[in-house]
Nanobody, 125 residues
Framework: QVQLVESGGGLVQTGGSLRLSCAASGRTFSSYVMGWFRQAPGTGKEREFVAAISWSGGSTDYADSVKGRFTISRNNAKNTVSLQMSSLKPEDTAVYYC????????????????WGQGTQVTVSS
């Protein structure tokens, strides 16, 4: 079992930055691929992939919409994964979820085993 708790969301102006963090419980954090997804409430949009990072951080993957603006990183000693978001746009407004899975194959697929409760990010225009 892995429990995930996100933090760092908030309100920011267009062009601003935010850093999201996800703290994981358990001793086997380094055996999990970690991902960030987001879902815009009230839009009918499905939860979408944002970024993923492999067990040791050697591989990362980003959605085209955030590539070059967002950076995912992890600290296995502290059981945390972070998402540094820069040049934020109103369309980045969503609830951001941290997720964990064992396998690196198809990291963009929304079938992770464990999910956090989410943290709201709102970008004002």
């Amino acid at each position: 079992q892995v429990q995930l708790v996100e933090s760092g969301g908030g309100l920011v102006q267009t062009g601003g930055s935010l850093r999201l963090s996800c703290a994981a419980s358990g001793r086997t954090f380094s055996s999990y691929v970690m991902g960030w997804f987001r879902q815009a409430p009230g839009t009918g949009k499905e939860r979408e992939f944002v970024a993923a990072i492999s067990w040791s951080g050697g591989s990362t993957d980003y959605a085209d919409s955030v590539k070059g603006r967002f950076t995912i990183s992890r600290n296995n000693a502290k059981n945390t994964v972070s998402l540094q978001m820069s040049s934020l746009k109103p369309e980045d407004t969503a609830v951001y979820y941290c997720a964990a899975r064992r396998s690196w194959s198809t990291p963009r697929v929304n079938d992770y085993d464990y999910w956090g409760q989410g943290t709201q990010v709102t970008v004002s225009s």
